[in-house]
Structures are given as structure tokens and as C-alpha cells.
């Protein structure tokens, strides 16, 4: 195989593994003299068409990414010779070691070497989850696969993500047969049912770093309720970092951390380790904010009656009086009486439900890991004051000031209004809840803080008919 040309381009120069039904080459480009990795797959009595399609879809992938720290797809080649027939995918070589064999090498991991080496591979799983559409999983996420090179005294060196061979979109449909792919220690419990999300490639990379810290595969430390336990083999470790493993290899989906984004955000800002949702109030403001690491929720309190729900009410029920006394003192059954009566009645009616939600309605904006909800709360009944949305879809963070200037004067009205958008569907605080511009200011820093989206600020003009009703 040494010294063997392949589509008359590519000259083997070393093989650099073997596996049933499949071999991965360095070979040299005869075209331009640059070293490329060759992986091939054959078909033969061991061939499967789920590895054939495993197979395109990395070659597919490839072609669609661009980044720095992945290799990048040059070519796809059908091999039909007498002694093999099968498939090449030919990409760029990436030089470096991989962490496993730095590990079987002796070489040991500090831990500012390990915050580096997790901010370096969660901007690879940034790009490959969040700027594209559909978002790209590895699902095969272990040291193996990480690839380090030109190690500094004061840097971990360059790191590369390889083998995409188990890639998926998330676009993937459920149903049909179910693949359990992955490395037994670095998957998470999820990908056993054949199920890969976001989170899934976190609970890789965490295992990873668990094994760096630990010098134990994930398999080789004691579990508890499917929990890697290894805080008692990492005391060297501040507490934070401790925490941050942790919660990336929470077995449960509900509880790991949902996003690359998110656990990056997580990683430079830690939550605090009690966990106890801690209370934020701004002085002036009647707004209760609850936040910890797990939701942040804003309560806003009844708005309180206004001149406007004042007289609609004073108005209905005067009228009603008048028509209930007169219709009383000299009924004479007539239908115009009765409709009368029947219109004052609805209108107190209206007035008195608006009055009762200006005393004792308060909303609830709640995000937590899963969902966004916006509830309205009276009494004991609750029900949604707009449709809920996925946590992940959260895709801006903007104030929006709202002005307009009434007919024939020169006078202007504003409001503000801070508008939380996921995917297509918009939350929006303030405009109708009658929240000044200091207290929209403030929610909108904490929610920034929290969701780590920047706030984007626009100025929309409105008729004043449209603005007002």
C-alpha cells in the first residue's frame, strides 16, 4: 500500500488506521506536493449501508464548513480496483498529537491549561452549533478526536476537532432505524436511544476534560445515578471549574447545560454554588427579579387603576343607575329600555373586569433552560399572555422607543418597550404593563447578563391613533 497512487493524484505515504471495513491514510497531493488524510471505506462482507451513509455525510458536512480548527473536505473519490472497492474522502492534514496520546505519553494537564483547552473547543462547537443552519452535532467527542499542536510554555497550543464521521444535523427526523453512535465514556445517556442534541456534544467535551484532569477514562470512575463522580480526584481544582464539569455531564437533559454558547457563558461566569434563587430589586421600582443559574423571572405588579378604567366604570354605572331607577319608577316593558339597560350592564360589566385586572393582575416573564413564558396571573388562575418558545431560539435582545406626536400640536408621547425575540415569536415588556424607561433599562442589563446577548436599541414612530389604542 506504501508508495501506492491513488486516482492518479495521491501517493500513500503512511497508513494511520485500520479498523473493520475501513483504513485512514497519509498520502501526498502530486499536484501541489501538500500532505492530505485519506479515509476509506470498503465494501466488502462486513459492509453495512448505515456505514455508507455515515460515510456521505461527513463528506457532506465537510463541504460545508470553514473554520480554522476543522479540516477541510478536498475531495471525494470512487475506488474500484480488482483487490478494493469503495469509497475515499480526502481532506486537509491537521499535524499534531492527540490528547489521548499526550495522556499515554506521560503528560499531565494544569488546570489554567484546562480552562483554555475548553474555551478553544466550545468556539469550535459555537460555530458548528449556532452559524449553522441546521446546527451541525459531532457526537463523537473524546480525546481521540482532539488534536493538539506547537505547544507554548505559555499556551496549550493549537486544537483541532476531527473524525466527523459520526456527524448529524439536528434537522435529522426522528423515527425509522435507530443509530447508537458514539464511544462508550464520552456519550451521553441520551445518544444510547439513538437521540443527539446540542447538549450532547457538551457531555463529550466535559468527559474529556474529566479524563484530562483525572488521568482516568470516564469508564474507570465510580457513578451515582448515572453521574461521573470525580470531584475526590480533582481537589487540585477550584470548586467553580469543579462545578462547571459537572454540569456539563449532567446525565439529565433538563439539568446539563443546553448550548456551546451557553456553556460558554457559563465557564467565564460561574453561577454561585448555593443555588439559591437570589432576589434583585430596583429602588422605585414595584418589579420583583428572581435569578440563580437556572431561570431568571420577572414579576410585574398590577398596573392600578387609571383615570381611563376610572371613568369607563363611573360612566357605566351611572348610566345603569339612571336607566334601572327610571325603568323601575315607570316600566313599560318596551325593547328600547331593555337594550338600554342590557349595554349599560355589558359596559360596567367591562369596566369592572378591567378594574379588577388594574388591582390584582401581575405577569409573570419566566426563562429557564427549556422554555420562555409570559403568564398572566389572577388569583388562582393562570394563562398565557403570549404562546411559550424554546429556550435556544432566543436570538435578540432589543429596546425599542415608541414615539408619536398628536394631531395638530406639537406635543410628543413616548414609551419604551423591551422586546425578547425567539425564532419568530416576539415578547415584548413595558408598552402595555406602562414600565418607564429606567426600570426597561435595568431589565434589559440583567437579561443581557443572563441570556449573554448584547442589547440592540431602536426608535419606531407610530400614528397616534395606532400608538394610543
Same mark, same amino acid.
Given at each position: ?6 486516482? +492518479? ?31 476509506q ?10 456505514d ?7 463528506? +457532506? ?11 477541510r ?26 490528547? +489521548?496520546?499526550?495522556?499515554?505519553s ?6 489554567? *491549561?484546562?480552562? +483554555? ?25 473524546k ?23 459520526s ?6 427526523? =426522528? ?36 479524563? =484530562? ?16 463522580k ?53 429602588q ?11 431561570f431568571? *423571572? ?92 424554546t ?40 408598552e ?6 429606567? /426600570? ?5 442589563? /440583567? ?23
Open positions: 500500500m506504501i508508495g501506492k497512487i491513488l486516482a +492518479e493524484r495521491y501517493e500513500v505515504l503512511q497508513q494511520l488506521g485500520k479498523q473493520t471495513g475501513r483504513q485512514t491514510l497519509l498520502a501526498r497531493d502530486l499536484k501541489n506536493q501538500e500532505l492530505v488524510v485519506i479515509k471505506l470498503f465494501l466488502g462482507g462486513d459492509f453495512e449501508w448505515q455508507l451513509k455515515l460515510f456521505e455525510r461527513e463528506a +457532506e458536512t465537510l463541504k460545508k464548513l470553514s473554520h480554522p480548527a476543522i479540516p473536505y478536498l475531495d471525494y473519490l470512487e475506488i474500484n480496483e480488482p483487490e478494493s472497492k469503495g469509497f475515499a474522502l480526502v481532506q486537509t492534514y491537521v499535524k499534531g498529537k492527540t490528547l +489521548e496520546d499526550h495522556l499515554r506521560g503528560r499531565s494537564f494544569s488546570e489554567s *491549561e484546562v480552562k +483554555e483547552l475548553a474555551k478553544l473547543l466550545l468556539k469550535i462547537l459555537i460555530y458548528l452549533q449556532h452559524t449553522k443552519v441546521p446546527p451541525v452535532i459531532h457526537r463523537d467527542i480525546p481521540s478526536n482532539i488534536l493538539l499542536h506547537s505547544r507554548s510554555g505559555h499556551s496549550v497550543g493549537q486544537v483541532y476537532l476531527v473524525d466527523f464521521g456527524v448529524q444535523n439536528q434537522a435529522a427526523k =426522528l423515527g425509522g432505524t435507530i443509530t447508537v453512535v458514539g464511544t462508550y465514556g464520552y456519550m451521553a445517556p441520551e445518544q444510547f436511544g439513538g437521540r443527539s442534541v446540542l447538549a450532547s456534544d457538551l457531555y463529550g467535551l466535559g468527559a474529556t476534560l474529566i479524563y =484530562l484532569v483525572t488521568g482516568l477514562h470516564p469508564t474507570e470512575l465510580s457513578q451515582q445515578d448515572l453521574k461521573i470525580f470531584a475526590d480526584r480533582a481537589t487540585h481544582l477550584n470548586p467553580n471549574l469543579i462545578d462547571w464539569l459537572e454540569w456539563m455531564t449532567e446525565p439529565s437533559l433538563d439539568k446539563r447545560l443546553s448550548s456551546a454558547r451557553e456553556a460558554w457563558i457559563s465557564l467565564k461566569n460561574p453561577r454561585t454554588l448555593d443555588k439559591i434563587p437570589m432576589a434583585v430589586q430596583r422605585g421600582s414595584d418589579i420583583k427579579l428572581t435569578k440563580n443559574s437556572e431568571i *423571572e420577572i414579576k410585574i405588579p398590577p398596573q392600578g387603576v387609571g383615570l381611563g378604567v376610572i371613568a369607563m366604570l363611573a360612566g357605566a354605572i351611572t348610566a345603569n343607575a339612571k336607566l334601572f331607577i327610571s325603568s323601575y319608577i315607570a316600566y313599560k316593558g318596551d325593547i328600547d329600555t331593555q337594550l338600554l339597560l342590557l349595554l349599560a350592564s355589558f359596559l360596567t360589566a367591562i369596566g369592572g373586569l378591567k378594574l379588577i385586572k388594574a388591582i390584582i393582575q401581575e405577569l409573570h416573564f419566566k426563562i429557564d433552560r427549556q422554555q420562555i413564558s409570559f403568564m398572566n396571573h389572577l388569583l388562582d388562575l393562570r394563562w398565557n399572555y403570549s404562546q411559550p418558545a429556550r435556544h431560539d432566543i436570538c435578540k435582545l432589543e429596546i425599542e422607543k415608541i414615539e408619536s406626536t398628536i394631531p395638530f400640536t406639537r406635543q410628543k408621547l413616548s414609551r419604551v418597550s423591551l422586546i425578547v425575540q425567539a425564532g419568530d415569536q416576539k415578547y415584548r415588556l413595558g402595555k404593563q406602562k414600565l418607564n424607561e429606567a /426600570e426597561i433599562e435595568w431589565l434589559a442589563t /440583567e437579561l443581557s447578563q443572563w441570556l449573554g446577548l448584547k442589547i440592540k436599541r431602536t426608535l419606531t414612530y407610530r400614528e397616534f391613533i395606532r400608538w394610543y389604542v
